[in-house]
């Protein structure tokens, strides 16, 4: 069983930045590939953005591209979210979770944080 515990969410303004993290309880967790979705309100849960176990690919989805930033660090058992430019449009509850195929898709991932929140304000 793996312990996903998300942080860093919390209130930004449009165009600030924010980062996230997502702390692993087992140490398994580096042979897996892991990845950041988001729900807004209303909505379903969507892809944002995804990394291999090594950390060497990244994969993006197309209203993040080229302001969100995922890294990750294994020794640490911990995936980061930088996200810049920050719109009123990405205010969601932010959820890590981890797998064993990188997809845009929620089966793919076995295992849930419980979310933290990103609200942007304009």
């Known amino acids: 069983q793996v312990q996903l515990v998300e942080s860093g969410g919390g209130l930004a303004q449009a165009g600030g930045s924010l980062r996230l993290s997502c702390t692993a309880s087992?140490?398994?967790?580096?042979?897996?590939?892991m990845a950041w979705f988001r729900q807004a309100p209303g909505k379903e849960r969507e892809f944002v953005a995804g990394?291999?176990?090594?950390?060497?690919?990244?994969w993006y989805g197309d209203s993040v591209q080229d302001r969100f930033i995922i890294s990750r660090d294994n020794d640490k058992n911990t995936m980061y979210l930088q996200m810049n430019r920050l719109n009123p449009e990405d205010t969601a509850v932010y959820y890590c979770?981890?797998?064993?195929?990188?997809?845009?898709?929620?089966?793919?991932?076995?295992?849930w944080g419980q979310g933290t929140q990103v609200t942007v304000s304009s």
């Open positions: 979770c981890v797998g064993r195929r990188l997809t845009y898709s929620l089966e793919s991932y076995d295992y």
């Open positions: 990394i291999t176990w090594s950390g060497g690919g990244t």
């Open positions: 087992a140490r398994t967790v580096s042979n897996y590939v």
